[in-house]
């Protein structure tokens, strides 16, 4: 997600500003960490300020907005179990599944869900057609004589932003929904009725809705402006998905009432406090920096869990003059609207390794720069850290080109679908609206208008629209209709068991052990071209 800052109105610097009511609730807040295990204010931090909260008032509660269990090399390693170890050991008290949850494919998505203590809370994630709620809709927590209600709101995006086929079954029927269709209308009515349940039946205080739907930057009917513009009877919105940080954004919800929603940013870069005075008033702040001290139980835990795969990605594998890059400087993503060195490189080594007229990937499976010198597998799994399976098909010229136009379909925006490609090149005109068509999954349905992509070559040749191309790329963009492609009319030739980082590795020793200059340009070379 691209990173919208929202100007600070302050921030909470040490531990001044801890309740000093005995009675006060207080509630910690996280989003978006992404396996940031040790970033920032990191999970020992987390637990330190939580610790000191509780010699003021004995109401603390630590909640996850999504978004725990990929990112990074702890998760990827364990397919996100030693993540969930780390959120049992940290007592989180709430929890709801955000988009990458699902990463590592529904049963272990399943395994995860039943091994987080607290368990995960969502009002929206259904089975269908019988539209059954899969986890609980929200979960009550006692404070004395106040109870707080936390309902769970999980982004629709996540069929796309993971892989469509991870929610169908064996013949393509979707049978979970997160009530994105009809413009989020289901989610609403989920949300509300979670909201009034809890109200009614429950006799909630409070209600702390806790989504991960995004502010800015994601699909704007499912926002969490748009959400509570269509509820009533929330307190306040905890929020994450869009990694931006905000302390404090006003909506009105449908009775006019004004609701704050807040985020933290990503990577533990803050952490979120919400306070319920014995008043009723309630106030929200995001702490910006680490505590003096960590919790140390909590560090020596991590390290433990660190020594498990530390060994075996510390292995060289290679030597770079330069970066190959997938952000810019202010770590604004690259690689999700333009051609970047990286790109190139990731898609050459799928073309190379199975000897392919084209290599595809898409931005949003490219998720850390590569620094220059010594390159080690534990580089390039950062980098690729889903552990996608690779794929082989037959692909109509038509397809191809069809594929292309949806992957552009939001330049000058970032999108993860943007395709990064090797064997092609072609030129992007930015002055036509795109006329790429979507179901309620956004799921691409085909191209009903002018094209953006324009003089597209396939290895120098014009593209011969009836001629079928042998692409090589991962299962998630061919085959199980991630990021909403759909590759129609294709037959798949390959499924390979190879992982796309080992892929990456074996291309560096293909190529000797060190990158070539004609990958030095951070910016490509040339293969995409935008206007």
């Not at 001044?16 to 295990?37: E, L, P, Q, R």
């Not at 009725?193 to 009917?221: F, M, N, P, S």
């Not at 929330?234 to 940080?245: R, W």
């Not at 940013?265 to 309630?282: A, E, V």
């Amino acid at each position: 997600m691209k990173k919208f800052i929202i100007p600070l109105l302050a921030f909470t610097i040490m531990l001044a500003s801890c309740t000093k009511d005995k009675n006060d609730i207080v509630v910690f807040f996280t989003n978006d960490v992404h396996c940031g295990i040790e970033n920032n204010i990191c999970y020992a931090g987390v637990v330190e300020y939580r610790n000191e909260a509780l010699k003021q008032t004995p109401y603390v509660t630590l909640v996850d907005a999504g978004d725990a269990v990929q990112g990074d090399l702890a998760g990827a390693v364990s397919k996100g179990e030693d993540i969930i170890e780390i959120l049992n050991y940290m007592n989180y008290d709430v929890a709801i599944p955000g988009n990458h949850e699902f990463d590592y494919g529904m049963e272990q998505f399943k395994k995860l869900a039943g091994m987080i203590k607290c368990g995960y809370t969502c009002a929206n994630f259904h089975t269908l057609p019988d539209r059954k709620t899969v986890f609980p809709p929200y979960k009550i927590i006692k404070y004395g004589k106040k109870k707080i209600a936390y309902v769970g709101v999980a982004t629709p995006e996540s069929i796309t932003k993971t892989a469509a086929v991870t929610f169908q079954d064996g013949k393509g029927n979707f049978i979970y929904s997160f009530g994105g269709e009809n413009k989020g209308k289901n989610m609403f009515a989920d949300v509300q009725a979670a909201i009034d349940q809890a109200r009614q039946k429950e006799k909630a205080d409070y209600v702390i809705l806790v989504a991960h739907l995004g502010e800015h930057g994601i699909t704007e009917e499912w926002n969490a402006m748009n959400l509570v513009a269509n509820i009533q009877g929330a307190d306040i919105l905890i929020d994450g998905h869009s990694h931006e940080v905000t302390p404090s954004l006003k909506a009105k919800d449908k009775s006019g009432k004004e609701i704050v929603i807040t985020q933290t940013g990503t990577k533990l870069s803050h952490l979120g406090k919400i306070t319920i005075k014995t008043d009723g008033q309630i106030t929200n702040e995001l702490i910006e920096n680490p505590p003096v001290d960590l919790d140390s139980k909590t560090r020596a835990f991590i390290e433990k869990i660190k020594k498990d795969y530390e060994g075996a990605l510390s292995r060289q594998i290679g030597y770079l003059d330069f970066p190959l890059v997938a952000t810019d400087k202010k770590n604004d993503w690259l690689v999700r609207s333009e051609e970047t060195n990286l790109g190139d490189f990731l898609s050459d080594a799928f073309k190379a390794f199975f000897n392919a007229d084209i290599g595809l990937i898409n931005g949003g499976a490219i998720r850390a720069t590569i620094p220059a010198g010594e390159l080690r597998y534990g580089d390039v799994f950062k980098t690729s850290p889903f552990g996608n399976m690779m794929c082989v098909a037959e692909v109509p010229g038509q397809t191809l080109l069809d594929e292309l136009e949806f992957g552009v379909r939001y330049l000058p925006d970032i999108s993860g679908g943007f395709l990064h490609v090797s064997g092609l090149s072609f030129t992007v005109d930015t002055s036509v609206p795109s006329s790429a068509k979507m179901d309620d999954n956004h799921i691409f349905l085909g191209v009903k208008g002018p094209y953006r992509v324009k003089d597209l070559k396939v290895n120098g040749e014009p593209i011969d629209l009836k001629k079928k191309y042998k692409i090589a790329s991962t299962r998630f963009v061919l085959k199980d209709q991630g990021d909403g492609h759909l590759f129609a009319n294709t037959e798949i030739t390959l499924l390979d068991d190879t992982f796309d980082r080992d892929v990456c590795a074996k291309y560096v020793e293909q190529l000797g052990g060190k990158i070539p200059a004609q990958y030095a340009d951070p910016m490509g070379q040339g293969r995409i071209k935008i206007k």
